[in-house]
């Protein structure tokens, strides 16, 4: 693991979470939309990702107990200067997943191109 993955592993979630939040909402997005993009990645509900954010969960945790939607693999594009479908190490590329996922929120993207349903 490299010094780059390791970062990553040990951050909290409950530290990057408002930043999320923030991203979203200044382009006209909500926290729910932001919760229901987290859900579809991670298999969680309300009440499991507010215990996350509670506990401090880092990274490493927070994936540890998610479930991965089986259709993560069709998240593809560049966050950051890097190719989501090219990185190496599982856990940065969960993470990146999420951030990409955020972004494309941002973005103004019809939720179920989000959520990789159409």
Not at 1 to 9: H, L, S, T, V, Y
């Amino acid at each position: 693991m490299n010094n780059q993955d390791e970062r990553i592993a040990s951050m909290t979630f409950s530290s990057v979470y408002p930043h999320y939040v923030t991203k979203v909402e200044k382009k006209g997005r909500t926290e729910e939309e932001l919760l229901e993009v987290i859900k579809w990645l991670t298999g969680f509900d309300d009440k499991k990702i507010q215990t996350l954010i509670n506990e401090k969960a880092n990274f490493q945790e927070f994936f540890q107990q998610a479930n991965l939607n089986p259709n993560a693999h069709l998240i593809t594009g560049v966050i950051c200067g890097i190719r989501v479908e090219n990185i190496e190490n599982p856990l940065s590329q969960k993470v990146r997943y999420l951030d990409k996922l955020v972004d494309e929120l941002a973005k103004g993207k019809k939720m179920e191109k989000i959520l990789r349903q159409a």
